[in-house]
């Protein structure tokens, strides 16, 4: 079982990514899906999550307005479209899984985490 996020990359501050996690080994379409980054020198922070449904989705207050995540359960797969970026959203960013929503928004517990794909906004 694993979740493979992928789409990071380096982008000018004001440009757009759109970053993807594909589980694999499972379905994840009765699980919370989200995102979380963590920058050189700081904790790991929640970015986003969605339910299963995709009828409660959560957002840090740091990317409301020009994060939006949402979920294809067909394709096991979690997206995370990243416009207006910052420098300060440079980070390493993570998907996580998990069987409840706060369960994840807390970030404690996390029942699958994936790999981390490099996020870089230059000024």
């Known amino acids: 079982v694993q979740l493979q996020a992928s789409g990071g990359g380096s982008v000018q501050a004001g440009g757009s990514l759109r970053l993807s996690c594909a589980g694999s080994?499972?379905?994840?379409?009765?699980?919370?899906m989200g995102w979380f980054r963590q920058a050189p020198g700081k904790e790991r922070e929640f970015v986003s999550c969605?339910?299963?449904?995709?009828?409660?989705?959560l957002y840090a207050d740091s990317v409301k307005g020009r994060f939006t995540i949402s979920r294809d359960n067909a394709e096991n797969t979690v997206y995370l479209q990243m416009n207006s970026l910052k420098p300060e959203d440079t980070a390493l960013y993570y998907c996580a899984a998990d069987g409840s929503l706060m369960g994840l928004r807390r970030g404690i517990r996390i029942d699958y985490w994936g790999q981390g794909t490099q996020v870089t906004v230059s000024s």
């Open positions: 080994g499972r379905t994840f379409s009765s699980k919370v």
């Open positions: 969605i339910t299963w449904r995709g009828d409660y989705i």
